[in-house]
């Protein structure tokens, strides 16, 4: 048996059924946005349903959704009829996936989610099933062919009910304005939620760990004071916390090349004036691009005065996993 040739196969059923899909999808799916536009408008939820293959592609979708600012839970069918349906409330969505329609314990729930006001979506191969003709919207997912070689196990339809559902939260997003700092919110933990969320305020060396030294001090001074706080520079500061200025070891190397009789002098001579700054209250993502476009690797942090409070290293960026 080639394996490469049958995994092509599977994938190119896949591929032709997705595109049925694309060509397929019509006015309902608009329907049924506005619909889950004014659920969560209104401080309600989804509800998603479904059994066996459906009840994983509904878990997936659902997790979707909850990431994207949709509030939503996945009701276990089997459970619903012996209390756990208490979770859902009057004006909810409800929003059921069965290939068939005629899952026995989709059917056996439709009575009870009859006494309640909510709306009902469902996702399914067959628009005239039972499902089908009690749901407000009917978004078809029907495909020719499963991937399977018996057309058996559900491949292609999961993979349409996935997509379907992909689709739903994508649109759903965008119509609810949606953005990336919301996503942040949600995402605490990733790269984007630390870069989205961490202030400047929150990275910066500050108190004992902020190397700064005032205009007259000697180069030798300036250099011995880097080394005890482990700093790629010192900033230059005058009285009341005033910054005029910063020397970096890169400054102080490409002097010393020059002329290596300079470790008596006076920092203010080699130091770079008004060096580019960020006010302390500003997003950390700010500071990465500011680092990368004008090609330094220490950032000076001032607040709304004008004192110098701080610095960014361009290596604490690696080290809280900002870059």
Known sequence: MDHLSQAKRVIQIEIDEINNLLNRIDENFSLAIEILKSTISSGHKIVVIGVGKSHNIGHKIGATLNSTGAPCVVLNTQNALHGDIGVI???????????????????????????????????????QSSLGKNSDIVLNSSVKREACPMN???????????VLGDALAMTLLEARGFVKEDFAKLHPGGSLGRTLLTRVSDIMRTGESFCTVSPDTTLRDALEKMTKYRSGAVVVIEKNDQLIGILTQGDFVRSIQK??????????????????????????AEVVKIIGSHRIDDLVVTNKEGQAIGLVDSQDLSRLKLI
């Open 152 to 162: 058996l196990a559900p491949t292609s339809s999961t993979t349409a009910m996935l």
């Open 259 to 284: 002329n290596p009789n300079i470790l008596e002098s006076h920092v203010s001579e080699y130091m770079t004036k008004d060096p580019v700054t960020i006010e302390d209250d500003r997003l950390a």
């Open 89 to 127: 409330a009057d004006g909810d969505t409800i929003l059921a996936l069965s290939y068939s329609g005629e899952t026995q314990e989709i059917l056996s729930i439709l009575p009870s989610l009859k006494r309640f006001e909510v709306s009902l979506i469902s996702i399914t191969g067959k628009p």
